[in-house]
């Protein structure tokens, strides 16, 4: 159990890895899109090429790319150019590598057993795809649909895998998840109607998409909604209460409920226990 903890912690610090390449060549790609510009070149395809140095585009080695150490050996300084790598770097790669071993240590059924295994590799796969959405979000207040669908796709994949070929009930289950995308989507795309767009992003009504069909619960979609927003209000609080940002300052929302979603994966069915065992 330990060693296969141990894999997936290694995984997920590659993967991790992978996500800070993607947030990065994409929005290089559209900053490009926008821009004409002609410095866009085959080296910024998103699987392909090597990794460079963001400000003095040096050719990365091997060395510089191992997560987290290569950080910490170069104190967050580039080798070449000395310019400081932010700490997102290492803080992608780390979280992503703790989600891997976490979600199969704190699982919440045997992992062996009735096609968990399938849920548990259909929800790592997503996170690989929820961390870069909430990564790009918080720096670019967007959430691209180049990463929204192919998520969204492992998402829908993996649940009716799982629904056709080990739940017992599988029109049940279908109207479960059609359930939990009328909350964790239907939600927003009320929102952004009502409001034309002003309050939520449509990114907003696709990540719902994901979020609902990797809990494919109501109830869990429910709560993941209330999460994501006392998260939102513990997160805001105290910059609101420096000045730092207005109510009415651009924030995304994007983070809090990737977070909330992730807890309720992992956790949902303990909350909600102890939730009903509080008001019963
Ligand atoms: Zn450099």
Request: aromatic share 12%; with cysteine; charged share 10%.
């Amino acid at each position: 159990m330990l060693v296969i903890a141990l894999v997936l912690f290694g995984l997920g610090l590659a993967l991790g890895s992978f996500v800070n390449a993607l947030v990065w060549r994409l929005h290089e790609q559209q900053k490009g899109q926008k821009t004409r510009a002609k410095t866009q070149s085959k080296e910024l395809s998103i699987l392909n090429g090597r990794s460079i140095c963001p400000n003095c585009r040096h050719v990365l080695a091997w060395y510089d790319l191992v997560p987290v150490i290569s950080w910490l050996l170069l104190r967050g300084k580039c080798r070449y150019c000395k310019k400081p790598i932010s700490i997102q770097y290492p803080a992608v790669e780390l979280a992503m590598g703790l989600i891997f071993a976490g979600s199969y240590l704190f699982w919440p059924s045997t992992v062996h057993l009735n096609g968990q295994w399938l849920l548990l590799s259909t929800w790592l796969a997503a996170s690989v795809g929820l961390l870069a959405l909430a990564v790009y979000d918080l720096r670019w207040f967007l959430l691209p649909n180049t990463i929204i669908y192919p998520t969204l796709l492992a998402a829908a994949t993996g649940r009716l895998a799982y629904l056709s070929a080990f739940e017992k009930r599988p029109l049940h289950g279908l109207f479960l998840w059609a359930f939990s995308l009328l909350i964790a989507s239907g939600v927003f795309f009320v929102l952004f109607t009502y409001s034309k767009g002003k309050w939520i992003g449509f990114g907003d009504v696709r990540l719902g998409l994901i979020t609902g069909t990797l809990l494919a619960d109501p109830q869990k979609s429910l709560a993941m909604l209330f999460l994501a927003s006392l998260i939102g209000t513990v997160v805001i609080l105290p910059s609101l209460s420096k000045g730092n940002k207005t109510l009415t300052s651009k924030l995304p929302y994007g983070p809090f409920l990737i977070a909330a979603a992730a807890i309720m994966v992992i956790f949902g069915d303990s909350l909600l226990n102890w939730y009903k065992g509080l008001i019963l």
